[in-house]
């Protein structure tokens, strides 16, 4: 079957599975070559526990996994006291990058998130990754007026 053809009615978006981890494994090797096993099933597992809310999704063309958005809910971070989802990952296959995948996702997780009464969504992006400012800066996202401060921490010795 043609690959363009599948597209035609997009994804299907659905919660992430337990299942789903070797997938969100391999695209993410796929683009990234690190291999993130204990990291990823450490972020589903968590996204599985949140019983109240539920805002990771994954996307699905022909039975299979082809992208996901993984993220939590946070009450009252960093003064804040107003709760804030945070997405911490969006992953396309390679194969599927420029179909609407990361859209159809981020559409779907925003009315969830509507549907919660959560006003704000926040995500960090490195600075070098330009294509993926460029897919959050269409979306709607913009800088905020927080400052993140970092420190390394010396080694023992």
């Not at 109240?52 to 009252?76: F, T």
């Not at 509507?114 to 400012?133: D, F, P, S």
Request: aromatic share 8%; proline share 4%; charged share 25%.
């Amino acid at each position: 079957m043609d690959r363009d053809a599948l597209m035609v009615d997009g994804p299907t978006i659905r919660t992430l599975r337990a299942a789903d981890g070797a997938r969100l494994v391999a695209m993410d090797y796929a683009i990234s070559g690190r291999k993130r096993q204990a990291w990823y099933e450490g972020k589903l597992k968590r996204a599985l526990s949140e019983t109240d809310v539920r805002i990771s999704l994954g996307a699905e063309l022909d039975g299979m996994l082809v992208g996901a958005l993984l993220g939590s809910v946070h009450y009252g971070e960093f003064g804040q006291p107003e709760p804030l989802a945070i997405l911490d990952t969006v992953l396309v296959d390679r194969e599927f990058a420029r179909r609407g995948i990361a859209r159809a996702l981020l559409e779907q997780l925003l009315f969830n998130l509507a549907g919660l009464r959560i006003e704000r969504l926040r995500t960090e992006v490195a600075w070098n990754e330009q294509e993926l400012i460029g897919f959050f800066a269409r979306s709607g996202f913009a800088p905020v007026p927080r400052l993140v401060l970092e420190l390394a921490v010396p080694t023992a010795g």
